[in-house]
């Protein structure tokens, strides 16, 4: 495997790597200081409030004065579906069959488990009860090592998003959406990760260790989010709530294209672990591909390197580049790290609604 050869600020191992470069740069005392000043901010906010970006240059903003005009727009442009959506006579659910408004509560259980684990990781805290629907607190709730101003505030930036997915979902559902469900985000990544390296790594794996491991645990959302989007449009009755499903869709490509790029850039770092990045991203990639074919036998996963090529994977698509799909089903044997049947793995006592 070819090395990738970056200028020092842009490599993303800082836990096995020295750069001083970097160090006069980034220092954790600053990211210290900007989390605080952002967790007091984050707690004048209301449920319909959406963090704005921070930028890693300067303190964290007054968030209610300095939204940036181009956030703003695109806030506004999202709720503008809200209204057709959230009108309650087609959201009624019906017992007989599958609505408009079980897919959505089956994607706002989805985006529960991102959003309570970024949440956690850049803020140090989980969502707020209105936003849970005064759902359980999650399971493993800490904030990440982060000392790198850039991952933070692209991490932060991946968290305001996850976040105004929950906002936007429960309020267009309004009375007919479902409790945020009690997720796990501690425990459950390193039985993922024990279960697709085939062996009990110590010390256990934890996406809040460093940057490098918060990417590894992104990685293994986003692509699922990704896919279950796609994998639902087609089901949707309304158009309008199919376009909006679209929009999330593409934020959630938006992301997993990041995690992926920041990760194929430190493809060839050695963990302690004893194996590099690709390979232990590329067993992620395996260990869903796996889980999902015990309901379809498809293959709907890419990890991002070749190794019969010696090529880097940016996007996992199939033949014709078109983007994978995942049944709800195959969904949730991927997070329930099993089967679709028994909960477990990120969601201990399952989904909520009647998808689950």
Known sequence: MSAVHMSCPKNLAFTYISCPVLALQHSSHTLSQQRTQILQDQSTLKVNSFLPRCSSQAAAPNFLGNMKVAY???????????????NARSLKQDSSSITDADILNFALNLECLEAQFYSCAVYGQPLSAELTGNGPAPIGCQSANFTNDDIYSIAMDVANNEIAHVNYLRTALGNYSVQCPLVNIGSAFSDAANAVLNTTLSPPFSPYVNDLYFLHGA???EDVGVTAYKGALTSFQSKDIMLAAAGILAVEAYHSGYIRTALIENGDVMTPYGVNVSTIVN????GRDMLDNKTVNTVDD????NANTGNYILTPVDGNAVAYSRTPAQVLDVVYLGSASTPGGFYPNGLNGKIH
């Open 72 to 86: 703003a727009f695109a806030l506004v442009a999202l709720l503008a579906f809200a209204a057709p959506i959230a």
């Open 219 to 221: 990685f293994i959302f």
């Open 283 to 286: 067993a992620i990639s395996a």
């Open 302 to 305: 890419e990890g991002i390197y």
